[in-house]
């Protein structure tokens, strides 16, 4: 890699608040880059830990040991010092950040990678003991004690992390009831068919989904504990435990008055910084000031955190990059349900898109491809069951392939084990049966 | 659904526990026939039954002291015939004196004369041992009688005791067969009732055990494995650690005592081969039904994938007809004993003279396992391994690797994944390739020279050492004794040479790797956590890069567990093997991290 001599002769110090995959991520491709010194601050655990872990710790999949992706003595060996504090005001003038512990930290460059905390919304009784969320270190510990010989647990929120909620709830042999906003699970992402299949593996599981029900209120006992929750169809539902897991929000608060510009996240221009020059931001507490095609202007996944990383570090060490990541992806687990996505499937289909689902008879799988009307230009694909090749649907969707072009090819992009049963050419007849104009060209 | 699976739970306890209780269970009654068909020596024989007046026909209630009342005939009758044949000061002063400043041998039938039965004794192995002596000039009496006196201690330490009393070795055995031939026990009466109140309660309390679990959904099951006592280290699996180290040390070091399970397993083996049991009969036995059970487990556990089913298939395939079956069934028809699925050098043993002989002398047949067994050595391995990796045998052929991924799986999350545990691996594990050649090659310059000193060592006790520390302690005690502490695959990653030879193909020549899917990977550790070889997979996945380690063994468990389908399994192209770490989805980075 190319080091540049001129920004190598001063020894700068960076400074990342936040040790999860963002900041991690910069630090390493800094320390790759570059002499400076890097010291990581956070207030969380003392080492970089996977957050998408969490959930099989409590399921005792792992231990807490295993969801390290690094040694404990990678850090000192790479020279990335960490400070295990929490960094209570940034002060953008002095170029300082000031500590809990009342030490300050001086830096030449500031990486925020603070990234996100579970949102509330008001509820009443939603700060009872036994309602939590499901985002830290912390978290876990909490449910941990939380649980511990219930009964039946509420969860309020049809996402990602609902949904791993109820695994772990499962586990432990806690009856769930599920309360979900949409009609579907998922479907304020997911297209109907792939919702309902989801909702329908979710009720295999025994979880009591409730669609289309919110919550009212959660309701103590005389203690300050939850009993039970009110929905706005006010059923009463008695409870032990009520997960939170309504979505997660920039996680900025201590930015408050640091003269750097915050809306919903840190806002930052297309090289990460912020408006204070040196200042940059990383990560699920960012919110980007410029569009990309196709996407949000908060992203708050792993992929999206490690390539924020990767690019600033590029800039801090004297190759200013633009954080231009390429189509979307993402995957997540149902359950026994793998999924991935590719590309830009909505749950509702633009008048401009044409699809094309499938989904096999008896076996939880599933495939869902959009493409444009009028180009034929295929967009994107959602897939359930069958593992697909991230490097196959990248440069499909990047040299823009049209539909059959995608259908011709798919075994190809295959990425199941030996011997798996192959679906392809089944998927191909229905879908020419479907459109067989395509079969002719 | 809770109530089969207790059910089960009881059964296979109380069979286990008639197993273990039946190893006590036994009297012990010396006979003149079971001396006569364990001593083939008729002087020994009638030494020992002299000796033995005193327990013959009268029952001892245990294995522990029968075995004590033998060593200590044993004891007796050696220091007696030390006695009896030790060469006295006084013969050989006398030929000293008949000898000038030359020796000559023949002096020694003057002194020891061949008429009565110790003298010539003492002829024979003055002989044997001092013939070196012959025509040679001593420049002083004292230099002659030191001399001498060297050839009696010799005589003293190595003939007496192999010849006319009893070595260790012969002590083992006839210990054993001794210990088996005197057992009177409910389990000799009745073999077959206590076959069924050991294995077979065993076997049908795990089928209740694991059967039910085809109910739950398919898919990747690992809950609550680190709060399990048995599969996180806790008492029942130090318990079960124990018991296995227990277990194995008595097989390979103390088979006396465990005759009362050999006879269990008789009329099996008398059904199978033609004869009686011996005790890695009864070894084969069991671990045959350890991976035929387990794989049952592993089968429904993994269901989802049939790369898993149908390599579990295979290893209870080759484990029951390769390594069980076919072996016993060429004993019945008077051929050598043969496992045409063990490759050295993890047989260690294939090259042993007594092995070669006996290939040598079995006709036809003994010349085509000869050349099978180096065929595998020198084409298969490397051919298999270039096509589809190490994995071909490790995970799909072997025995040690079938016992690992059957009886094992529960424990493969326990193996060590640091740095640390990686570099002590790759010294240990090509530390014994390396003895194992040395050793092999030793033997084999001893068989076609005669001489036993190889460069600077003698290849007896090289066999020896090996044979004891490597082959018995590592493979067998260690091997599987520390599943339930250590992980599944101790021996494999650590200890089998012939996993080295096949990593190093592996590492350097083959089309084989784990391929990682893009930018997918959420750094989770289930893949490394479940690695049963020790390999951080998360380290590769996690950068994008492919894994291609000398230690992996292919059992696609890391694919298997992976939540987002990161890994896969792949032969393809040489070329872009290793490959450089690329996370797809970034168009501004340019990674070398
Ligand atoms: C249960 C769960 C499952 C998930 N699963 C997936 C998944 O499968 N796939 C996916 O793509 N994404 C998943 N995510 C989202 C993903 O984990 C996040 O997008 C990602 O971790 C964000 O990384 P980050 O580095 O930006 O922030 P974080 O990981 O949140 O790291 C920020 C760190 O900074 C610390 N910090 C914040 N403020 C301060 C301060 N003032 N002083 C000191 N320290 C501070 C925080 O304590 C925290 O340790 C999941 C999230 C959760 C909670
Ligand atoms: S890397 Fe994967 S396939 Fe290889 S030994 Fe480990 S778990 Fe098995
Ligand atoms: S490869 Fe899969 S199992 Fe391994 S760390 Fe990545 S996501 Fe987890």
Redesign the interface.
Known sequence: MVIHPVFNLTMKHIVIIGNGISGVTAARHIRKNSDYQITIISSETRHFFSRTALMYVYMGHLKFEHTKPYEDFFWKKNRIDLVFDHVVKVNAERQQVDLKSGNTLHYDALVIASGSRSNKFGWPGQDLVGVQGLYSYNDLVLMEGNTKAIKHAVLVGGGLIGIEMAEMLLTRGIRVTFLVREPEFWSSVLPMEEARLITNHIRSHHVDLKLTTELREIISDHEGKVKAVKTEKNEIIECQFVGLAVGVSPNIEFLSDSGIRTNNGVLVDSYLQTNIPNVYAIGDCVERTYQLPGRKNIEQVWYTGRMMGEVVAQTICGTPSKYEPGPWFNSAKFLDIEYQTYGTVSNVLSPAEDDFYWEHHGQKKAIHFVWNKDSKKFLGVNTFGIRLRHEYFDRWLRQKKDIQFVIAHLQEANFDPEFFERHENEIANAFYQKYPSFKAA | MKILKITGLLLFVAGFFVFNASFFWADYRLTENAVKKSIHDEQKQALFLTEASAILDRPVSSNFEFIHYVSEIFETINEKQLTKYAITEDELDRLAKLSEATFSIANVDSVFRTSNETSSFKNKVFKDFGGSLESRTFSSPEELHTELKNVSAKVRDYAIINRAGFDRYAQKDIKYSLAKASAESPVRNNPLLYLLLTFGLCIIGAALYILPKIKE???IK???????PMK?VGWLGILTGTWLIVFYVILYFFPEYMTNWIIMVDPISEMLNGHEAGRFFLYGFIYTLCILVMGVRMIIHYR????Q??RTLSVMFFQTAFAFLIPEFLIRLNKPYFDFKNIWPLDYSFFFDFRLDQLRESGALGIFMLGWGIALIIIAVPVFVYFFGKRWYCSWVCGCGGLAETLGDPYRQLSDK??KAWKIERWMVHGVLAFAIVMTAAVLYTYWTKSSWFLIVDSYSLREVYGSFIGAAFAGVIGTGFYPLMGNRVWCRFGCPLAAYLGLIQRFKSRFRITT????C?????C??YCEMGIDV??YA?RGQNIVRSSCVGC?VC???C???VL??EVKDEEGRFGKPI???????????
């Open positions: 959904s398919k898919g690992n809950n609550n494995i680190f709060f399990h996180n989802h994938s049939k790369y089913i149908f640091s740095l899917n893009g930018g997918q959420i750094s989770c550790g289930n490394s956590t998360r380290w996690q696609g694919s298997a567990v939540p987002r389908g896969n399994l996370l797809i989805g970034n168009n501004n980075a340019k990674l070398d991290v």
